[in-house]
Nanobody
Framework: QVTLVESGGGLVQPGGSLRLSCVAS????????VAWFRQAPGKEREGISC???????YYADCVKGRFTISRDNAKKTVYLHMNNLKPEDTAVYFC????????????????????WGQGTQVTVSS
């Protein structure tokens, strides 16, 4: 059974930082592309960052330069380092994993991922 468990969310002031973690079990993390999606109230779920095996990383324009995705395959953990947070970053953040071929355009398609975590809430507010 594959599970992805996110942690690290919380309440932070604008301009602050958070690090999200996602621990995977039941799979060999190095065999998967991993990504972070988020969903704000009343909005569609959006893909914001992807670690595409050892090919490279992709970022949505809205987080580029502020967020960094990283992974530790030995620890089966994926991270999302978030800096200079803005109120519009408020959302539930999901960790996902999949074995499809990805590129800088299609990584945002949620249907390409096989496994999803339960999500962690990030609230950016003063």
């Amino acid at each position: 059974q594959v599970t992805l468990v996110e942690s690290g969310g919380g309440l932070v002031q604008p301009g602050g930082s958070l690090r999200l973690s996602c621990v995977a079990s039941g799979l060999t993390l190095g065999d998967y592309a991993v990504a972070w999606f988020r969903q704000a109230p009343g909005k569609e779920r959006e893909g914001i960052s992807c670690s595409n095996y050892d090919v490279g990383e992709y970022y949505a324009d809205c987080v580029k330069g502020r967020f960094t995705i990283s992974r530790d395959n030995a620890k089966k953990t994926v991270y999302l380092h978030m800096n200079n947070l803005k109120p519009e970053d408020t959302a539930v953040y999901f960790c996902v994993a999949g074995r499809n071929r990805l590129n800088g355009r299609n990584y945002k398609y949620s249907s390409l991922y096989n496994y999803w975590g339960q999500g962690t809430q990030v609230t950016v507010s003063s």
